[in-house]
Every structure is written in C-alpha cells, then in structure tokens.
C-alpha cells in the first residue's frame, strides 16, 4: 500500500498562515513532489522517521547531513543532557569549550586552533574575514555551484542582494587548475582567499570529485600567490575522513569550516585554522548569544570521539558502496540508464539520459511512498546507523521504483 | 574572604594554547580585570554560578541575556529533553515548527508570521535582506553604537573589513529624529530600511530610552518614505514586554528580531514580520544546519509560556528597580556620583563622574571578588530566577563595594 499525508497537507495549510511558504529552506514544498512526501514528522529514531500520517522511512536525507551516528543517539543525547542540568549559555564559558577545543585538534589534520559557532554559514562567514584580515586584501575566489550558506556574498540567496555584497566576490568553475591560475594573474596582489568545498556538490547536478593533483596544484598557486586556501567542509566533514575532507584528499587549508555532523545534530559549528591565522583570528571581534554553550559542546565531544570509535566515515561509506551498487546493478537490469555520483557515504543520484529530472522525480517519489526517503535535487546522505538489512530494504524498494520508471519512460 | 581564580588562569593557559584569545567574543579577558573575574565555571542554577575555584556568584550577567528563568529551568530542560528524545535535526520539520510559529503570532504585537534561525545575527542579516527585497532598494540606515551582530555589515567588528561591506550603511546617532529625516530626504528613494533597537545600549556607555513621540515620529517618517522599519530586539526582547519591545514603546514595525530569551538559553533566534512582507519573506531563500531543530522549539515554547505565566517582565521590572534603588541608594550614602541608566531589567552601572571607569573597575572588581557578577563595560540583565533576597545580598556586596571606591577615589 503506498503512503498517504492527510495529515502532512493538514498541517502545511495551517503552517502556511503563520510561515511564510509554510516550510523555508531546502525543504520548502517546491523541491518536494507533490502528493508523495510528508512535510511534517512526528519522530526520528536510528536511520528512520515516522511523519504525522504514522509513515515509517529508511531516511537518506540525515536531516541534510547532521545526523550521522542514527537519530536520538543515547550517548550523545546522554552527554548533552548532563551537561544541560550545569546550564546551558553560560558566561565565562565552561571548560568544555577548551576540551573540544583541543579534541578538534587533535583529531583535525590542520587544526592547531578551534572556535565554535552555531551554523555553518557563521563559520565561512568567519573565514573570509580572516582571510581578508590576514592578507589586507578584499576579493575572495569561490567557485560556480558551491553552496557556503545562504548570507549574501554567498549567492545562494538572489532576493534582496546588493551590488556591493558580491562586489568582491570572483567566481571560477569548480575543480579548474587553469582557471583559478587565470584568475589568479588577473587579479595580482588583489585576492585574499579562495573558498571551496573539498569535492564538488551542487543541487541539481552530479557531484565531482577532484582530479588528481587539484588541490595539490591548487595549494601551491595559493601559496605562491599570498591567497588564503579555505575549505568548506561544512557538508562533507565527519563523514569522508575524521582528520578532515582536506586530509582525505591530500591537501592542507588555511582554514576549515566544520558543521552538520560534528555533534549529531546538537547546533554547533567550528572553524578550524593553522597556526599563521592565530592573530588575525584573536583580532576579529566574533560573538554570538549561544556561541559558548556548554550542552552543545559536550555532544560535540561525545559524537567525535563516537564517531573515532566505530570509525563513522568507513560505515558511511561501505553503507554507501552497498546502496551505490544495488541501484546500480537494479537499474541496469531494467535497462535504465542511472548512476550515483560523488564519495558513497554522500551519494547523488541521477539518470543520466535525462535533463529534467522527470525519471529521478517519479523514481523518487516512488520510494517515498513506500518508505525510502530519497532526493532528487540534493545529494543525500549515508549514516553508521544504516544496517546492511536496511540498505538491502532500500535497494528491494528502489527496484520497484525502478520497474515503474521503466514502465513510464521505457528507459 | 576575598575569592581566587588558580583553577581558572591555569585553565586559561591551556585554552590559550588551542582557542585564539584563549576566550573570545564579550567575555574576552580584555574586557575583565585582571586577577578579579573567574574565566571559566563549572555549574550554573537559578540566578547562580559557581566557577572552577568553587566560587559561588549571584550573576547579573544572564549569560549576556538567554538566561530569563534561572539558569538549568527544571520545566524549560524537561521540555528539550522530551522533544530530544525523538530527534533534534530532522527533515523535514516537526510539528514544533507550527506551534512555535502561531505562539510568536499569538504573543508578539507585531507578528504576522515567525521564522526561525539559530544567532539574533542570523535575523538581523535576513530583515537586512528582506527590506532590500522589498522595497528594491539598497541603502539601510543603523545607529552610531548600534549592536546587530558581528558580521561585517553590523560595523562592530573592525578587522577583515571590506568597503563593500559597509557601503550601504548610513549611520545616524540613536534617538535623533531630525538627523534620521535628514538623512532620509538626502537619500530620497534610496533607502529600503531602518534598523534600530528600541532603546539605546552601547557598550562603555549610559543607555538612552526614547524620548516621547521618538518612536511615533520614526514610524510616521518611515511610512512616508516607504522605508521598512526594523527593531533588533534580541537583547531587550522578552524582558520589557512579551508582546515585544516596539510595543512597550508604543509602535509597529515591520519586522522584529528576536533571541537569547526567547528559550531561556537553548539555541534559537526568530525573525517576525507584518504581512505585508510575508511575500518577500517567502522569495528570500534562508536556511541553516540546524534552523528546524525541534528540541530548541520545544524550550521556546515552555519558555514563553512560563514567561507569560508568571509575568517574568514584570518580575525582572521589580528586582531591577530593587537592585537600581538599592545600588544609588547606597552610593548617595557615601557621597558617590552613581546611577544606573536604561531598563530596570537591564540595567548600565556608571560612576558620573568619570570617563574612564576606573571607579566602576574598581567597583565590579570588588563585588565580583565576593561573590556578585557584575559588569562594568556593558549592560547588565535581571531574571525571574533573582529573588529579593538575592538583591538585598548583592546590595549589601555592593555596599562594602561602594566604601573601597570611596576609600580609594575620595568620590
């Protein structure tokens, strides 16, 4: 029986009068199918959530990427609870703040100071202002497609922006050694920083991973140009390499911005930096109301040292691999034309004789009807709460998905 | 016995080694005096701390706000915790997001609809945006002394700075009708929105309240130029009036920031609006990691429904006015120059004769060393967690406080 969301329209009627667009964000019922998924949910557990109308999901979207050990995670919900009956924003801070300090550390290869915030978005911000402190330069290189959060200079966003936010902002493709150069020489003695994510993830389009040699050349065009190397690993962080997305592909930034699965969840941030950006960071005023709170921070730590423990990022990505293989091997043997792009725990799914997404649409819609909680527009993400029997449930629903995209599309 | 601080400069040493500044933001060692304030506590409960040396403080720091109803609220942190036990990031949202937002429309004056983030800077960037969008224009008009945030529009941080940052701010001093019409007729059509707290609190300075017919004559000015009118309610809101602060003044803006009371120290901020922004409130695409965790929603609501419930304005009111007439009454005895300025709630020490705070140093320096947490650079908070007792206790502090100062000032 597929799903129904009487319950989910409901409430978004309701939502709608009190919020603008009902649902902001990446959620908003625009990128949604309508009538196949639930806008609403009553509870998250492991690798699943259960929506208002009592429907049950294997959930791939991780909240967007912050859940990565499973939903209501006892050890890490167990450590912020303690640490909430000491209080929650407190000033002075707690000593937590040093101990997750020195943890990110210790466990982040191009750490040699931390500092927290609450969303990503603070600490990329955060990053072009150090940038631009360090080296008394203005403009900023990002590339194409990258997604640093939705404030201003980022371009996410394109209602109510200035001119002068992206005055100084230069775009280049993403994972082009020639052009960055060419951009480089144009603008001599001019760029402060350059700002990527560590592999390439756009929305609507397949995700690329670096050639390689990138960030290796693009670490020494940085270097003999003066310009401070920023890596936003503010999605794939935790869940391609403990040390850090950078460390996995061989390369070490200036600075790094740290968010989503860093805690599981509990909102908290960190930008990460090198000793030559010690200065500047200690000269740039940064606050926030809830940037010292000591809950957070605890989750943080337990999350790490859960994730260093059962090793997060390898059962992401065998999780990953087991999915990636079993659309695959489906959809080839219905004869559909389909693949996942980019790193297995951090998958983008695509048939790759379309342009308009009407086959990912249907064949996304399809799984979410009956349970598997897919994107079509978004990457999504693997958790090391998915279970082998989980992934074979998922691949036994996406080949139905499958069988029903053949029967509609022939191919 | 006057307090000591060896757990906390050891502490500070080790966190100075992997946090630039070892503490950053408002609390930053700068800010204290040396050898007079702990860096870093190991519990808080009602109006109280304790810091690492085992020293126990009445605290008027509030965590600089958040902290409404008494640090570790038994009803706030059992609210958390239920709605965290079925998951903290989710997507799509709970139903939380729903309640919240008709609760913000139900208590606050000038709310249509509520949105909501995790920083008051992440809404005072996004009524930034949603003004420009509006109105299709660029220009934002904010106070000399102003505090919005720390990103590089609000002007208050000074390093990593670009031009373009800042190029469509036009400053005014607060409270000054006639510069703000000037300022508008010299940028005829050109500004899409005034932002401004509703009552004046710089740093190192006296607070101003507003004049009468202040806010009635900015409203009108507004009106005729098409200017969207914000108020940065993120510190006062909560604590004057719970239908916001642009009330308890007598007006309507258009848009409104809230956070730090909002959930009694729990990590959420909100954005509110009239409807005649709800559409470009809908157009702006703004998202964060955690902006639709449920848990932080959960203790908002608990917050503002105990708020309403036992009038915690009110109360921060009449302890403040106990604490300021305690405070003046006492220094007059001892022939001080003294007062507090702004809120009873939320109150600025200031010696009046003098520019250069040494008296106030001194001052805070003694009541911190036994045992009263008070502030010297910046505004002060009361909460409902603050019995009568607790201010007879800080007064009588205050009063040995006040005969140091005198000893060592002669006035």
């Known amino acids: ?71 209501a995670h006892d050890r890490v919900d167990e450590a912020f609870a303690t640490q909430a009956r000491k209080g929650t924003a407190t000033m002075p801070p ?22 927290f915030a609450k969303n990503g978005a603070d600490t990329t911000s955060w990053a072009l202002v150090l940038a631009r402190g360090y080296r008394r330069r203005n403009k900023i290189v990002l590339a194409n497609g990258g997604y640093h959060g939705t404030q201003p200079w980022a371009g996410s966003n394109h209602t109510g922006i200035s001119p002068a936010d992206r005055a100084d902002i230069i775009m280049v493709p993403w994972g082009d050694l020639d052009s960055f150069q060419r951009i480089v020489d144009e603008n001599k003695g001019q760029i402060a920083g350059a700002m990527f994510t560590p592999y390439h993830h756009p929305v609507f389009e397949q995700q690329v991973l670096p050639a390689p040699g990138y960030w290796q050349g693009m670490r020494r065009i940085c270097d003999e ?110 004869g559909l034309q389909f693949n996942m792009s980019g790193p297995n725990a951090i998958p983008f799914l695509h048939f790759t004789n379309e342009k308009n997404f009407k086959r990912a649409q249907l064949f996304c819609k399809e799984c979410s009807l009956h349970g598997v909680f ?28 499958f069988k029903t995209v053949k029967e509609h599309f022939g191919g």
Not at 36 to 53: E, H, L, M, T
Not at 105 to 113: I, L, R
Request: negative net charge.
């Open 94 to 115: 707690s000593t937590l703040l040093i101990d997750l300090a020195e943890k990110m550390v210790e466990v982040n290869d191009c750490a040699d100071w931390a500092m």
């Open 225 to 334: 140009n003066d310009i401070v190397l920023m890596i936003d690993d503010v999605r794939a962080g935790w869940r391609l390499d403990i040390k850090g997305s950078a460390h996995y592909f061989g390369f070490k930034p200036d600075l790094a911005c740290y968010c989503k699965a860093i805690a599981n969840g509990y909102p908290i941030s960190a930008l990460v930096g090198t000793d030559k950006m010690r200065i500047v960071a200690s000269k740039a005023f940064q606050t926030g109301s809830y940037w010292n709170n000591s809950p957070e921070m605890a989750a943080a730590l337990a999350c790490i040292d859960e994730m260093q423990k059962i090793d997060a990022a390898g059962i992401c990505d065998a999780r990953g691999l087991q999915l990636r293989r079993g659309l695959e091997e489906c959809a080839a043997a219905r």
């Open 374 to 401: 897919f994107f079509w527009h978004h990457n999504m993400f693997l958790s090391a709460a998915h279970t082998e029997d989980d992934i074979r449930k998922t691949v036994d629903v996406a080949d139905r998905a």
């Open 1 to 71: 029986m597929a799903y129904t969301f009487t319950q989910s329209r409901e409430l978004f009627q309701r939502a709608a009068r009190v919020i603008p667009q009902g649902i902001y964000g990446h959620f908003n019922p625009s990128t949604t199918i309508p009538g196949s998924y639930p806008y609403f949910i009553s509870r998250a557990k492991g690798p699943r959530f259960w929506d208002v109308d009592g429907n049950e999901y294997i959930d791939y979207s991780c909240a967007y990427g912050p859940m990565i050990l499973g939903y």
